[in-house]
């Protein structure tokens, strides 16, 4: 069984995939090792050290040229996005909104 990879800023995520699938953990659960950023997760399962559920936008790459594999594909999360705007209305924030709205649409949807 592999070790279960987790990043600090999600530290649930496994207990929060298996309620979103309707999978219980059945017997012996795996390793954990926990990592302080999303970004040394992935480090970690790409040299082999364990598997880890992380959001689709950050694996993209990754999975469409196979260094990575996602077995039970994406699902989506409770979690959101949010720009807060202190002055809304001013030119940059609604550019900078407008561009991020732009950015988002075209990102490939997960497989």
């Known amino acids: 069984m592999l070790p279960r990879l987790e990043t600090r800023t999600r530290p649930h995520v496994w207990k929060e995939w298996a309620r979103l699938t309707g999978e219980e953990e059945h017997g012996t659960v795996a390793r954990t090792r ?58 940059k924030a609604e550019h900078f909104i407008g561009w991020l709205r732009d950015a988002i649409a075209e990102f490939p949807a997960p497989p």
């Open 34 to 91: 926990i990592f302080d950023h999303y970004h040394l997760t992935i480090e970690a399962v790409l040299n082999g050290l364990g598997a880890a559920i992380v959001p689709w936008h950050l694996v993209t790459g990754d999975i469409e040229c196979g260094r990575l594999v996602a077995p039970y594909g994406f699902l989506q999360s409770e979690y959101r996005y949010v720009v807060k705007v202190e002055r809304p209305g001013r030119r």
